[in-house]
């Protein structure tokens, strides 16, 4: 086997130091003595040693940092780790410097044979810190918060302005921008290695080896990763369902959504979902499926006698449930308008016995005909159908605006007049003192035409479930009903 040339050296050499790192070689060093690949070396033994040392060591000490070998005084660096040593001398040992906020040395230093050379001004590892803080120590806290409002998270020391992380220990497990990463917490309590030696830890989360799992990778499994995922893929193709996580063929199901809502995840690959449940819950009688069969996995299994996809139908109603459904339905988009229960083409309007909801399809409500106090068409016209009839000299959607008014114009326009000084929030006219808001925008209402009714909640597409009055963005519930959008009857019936 021929010994190394000086064109193996450049090939063995990093991309780095051709490119030109800031520590260059010793005036001694020579790239080749050698005439041609093959020819002995022009040097003596302890020549080419002595140029293979660190500069001032002494004959005997390691050769190439002890890193390499030296061939005819050119270190040839060891490559059992790519990488990892190079330099003239085999004297650098880290490729790549310390960052900080995505900056190599911060911006503020230069990096060399993998450590930060601060320019003027600066220190730390990464040359974050500077020498004199113009901060204050308020604004420095400030720089220093994380989203939690934690100054470094409270794993470290804020210093003008930038985290100083804890490293009690000297090995730099606590790290970040705001020493939002601690490592420590994938240390194995009883082997006290870094995630049990077969993973990788990441700001405070071990990613485990194949064939093994657990919080720390402790847990080795007993069949292999392809085995492992055909267990844990739901029908659907997705692994657990994208509602959990697949452990040695087993799926561990998420308890909580991304929203923060409670589930019931469940099934052998997650596929379960009883949150789907909120598609078959009838709010007349409170209760899933009717409180005619039991919601699994989305959907209602019905109690003998019933069926439909909220085991709304009796079986023994000699209408198909979709006759039942249409004879309902009358020229709404909804059975009963919306406000009734539907029982085999016949609607049972709610609240029952309330004389103000009625109709064959429950068409009328009478109560949309009150106000917030309970005031019919504001005392001045009857109501029919759920619409205002007013009395002579009187108008508006409950016959609360007069038509003759005794207030002067100034007068009337400095009550309609809102916080910052517009007429009616610029949403209307004023009359009388009254604002009279946009019949274009129907969304409009409030006393100064100051909120927007679809904020208000709806439920099957009615704002408040038609069972309230949506009152500047809430909805105000009528007697029996409850629910943010007025859809839960808890009532009992009137007499």
């Not at 050296?9 to 041609?36: D, E, H, K, T």
């Not at 919080?215 to 659907?236: A, G, H, N």
């Not at 109560?367 to 001045?380: A, I, K």
């Amino acid at each position: 086997m021929r010994p190394p040339s000086f064109g193996d050296f450049w090939l063995l050499l990093p991309p780095l130091l051709v490119a030109g790192l800031s520590a260059g070689p010793p005036q001694s060093f020579s790239p080749s003595l050698r005439s041609w690949s093959g020819a002995p070396c022009r040097l003596s033994r302890a020549e080419s040693e002595r140029r293979c040392r660190a500069p001032g060591q002494p004959p005997g000490t390691a050769l190439c940092h002890g890193r390499g070998r030296c061939d005819c005084g050119v270190c040839i660096c060891h490559v059992t780790e790519p990488g990892t040593y190079f330099g003239p001398l085999c004297e650098c040992h880290e490729w790549v410097c310390e960052t900080y906020d995505g900056n190599t040395c911060a911006g503020h230093g230069t990096c060399d044979c993998g450590k930060c050379r601060c320019d003027l001004g600066w220190s730390g590892d990464a040359c974050q810190y500077p020498t004199n803080c113009n901060l204050t120590k308020k604004k420095s806290n400030q720089m220093c918060k994380n989203s939690q409002d934690l100054i470094c998270s409270n794993a470290g020391t804020c210093l003008c302005g930038r985290c100083k992380c804890d490293d009690t220990g000297g090995n730099g497990l606590v790290y970040g921008k705001f020493c939002e990463c601690d490592d420590r917490e994938c240390v194995d309590d009883e082997t006290e290695e870094i995630c049990g030696g077969h993973g990788k830890c990441y700001c405070g989360n071990c990613y485990c080896e194949a064939g093994w799992h657990g919080d720390k990778c402790e847990f080795q499994c007993d069949i292999s990763p392809w085995e492992s995922k055909r267990r844990c893929t739901s029908p659907d193709g997705a692994v657990c369902s994208n509602r959990g996580t697949c452990v040695c063929g087993e799926c561990s199901c998420h308890d909580v959504d991304p929203t923060g809502d409670w589930g019931d995840i469940h099934g052998d690959t997650c596929e379960c979902d009883e949150r789907d449940c909120r598609s078959v819950y009838d709010r007349y009688s409170d209760d899933f499926c009717s409180g005619h069969g039991q919601c699994n996995c989305g959907r209602c299994d019905c109690k003998a006698g019933w069926h439909g996809k909220k085991c709304e139908h009796p079986r023994s109603c000699p209408l198909s449930a979709e006759e039942s459904f249409r004879k309902c339905q009358g020229s709404s988009a909804l059975p009963c308008s919306g406000r009734g229960k539907c029982e085999c083409g016949k609607c049972t309007c709610y609240p029952p016995g309330d004389h103000r909801v009625y109709g064959k399809t429950c068409e009328c409500d009478d109560r949309r005909c009150e106000d917030l106090d309970g005031v019919v068409c504001g005392g001045h016209g009857t109501c029919s159908c759920g619409r205002c009839v007013c009395e002579r000299g009187w108008f508006g959607e409950l016959c609360q605006h007069p038509r003759k008014c005794n207030l002067t114009e100034e007068h009337s326009r400095s009550l309609c007049e809102s916080a910052d000084g517009t007429l009616c929030s610029g949403k209307g006219s004023c009359h009388c003192g009254k604002c009279i808001c946009s019949a274009e925008e129907w969304y409009i209402s409030g006393e100064f035409c100051d909120c927007d009714d679809r904020d208000c909640d709806k439920h099957d597409g009615l704002t408040c479930t038609g069972n309230g009055i949506c009152n500047c963005g809430n909805c105000e519930c009528w007697d029996g009903w409850n629910g943010n959008a007025c859809e839960i009857w808890l009532g009992t019936e009137y007499p």
